[in-house]
């Protein structure tokens, strides 16, 4: 008789312990869920305010766009254009590129905002938003 009882408990022990396991395993993946979550919300916490610091990084400072030849493979006529143009903004420099194929990274540069007054304000190239720095 003992030994039908045993045999009749394993089954449910065994079922209970699976029971639990998953149910373990659920308030695990829960937390892990939440964990992730947690992360996920840190970092755009943490990505916002990097991009208030990078103005700040950067006091006296004006941002403008210029294509990079460097490190990147580009033909003749784009390093001769790239090389002397500058952008006012990300937009300018897109619909300004040297020719229709073209498709260098545009990357940001920081420039002074006395180099920024003389070269987009004196110039008058504020209105177009592009600057030839070999007219300048
Ligand atoms: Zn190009």
Known sequence: ???VENESDKP???ASQTRRH?????TIGSVAVSAT???ATAAITAATPSVANASLRHPDS???FRFRTRNNVSCRACKLHHR???FRSRKVAKSNRAHPGCDCALEPQ???RSTFRRLFKATGAIETGVVDL???
Not at 22 to 26: A, G, I, S, T
């Open 62 to 64: 004006v941002k403008v």
């Open 22 to 26: 998953f149910l373990q395993r659920l």
């Open 84 to 86: 002397y143009t500058m």
């Open 110 to 112: 920081w420039i002074k």
């Open 37 to 39: 979550s947690l992360v």
């Open 134 to 136: 070999r007219k300048v």
């Open 12 to 14: 449910a022990a065994t």
């Open 1 to 3: 008789m003992s030994t």
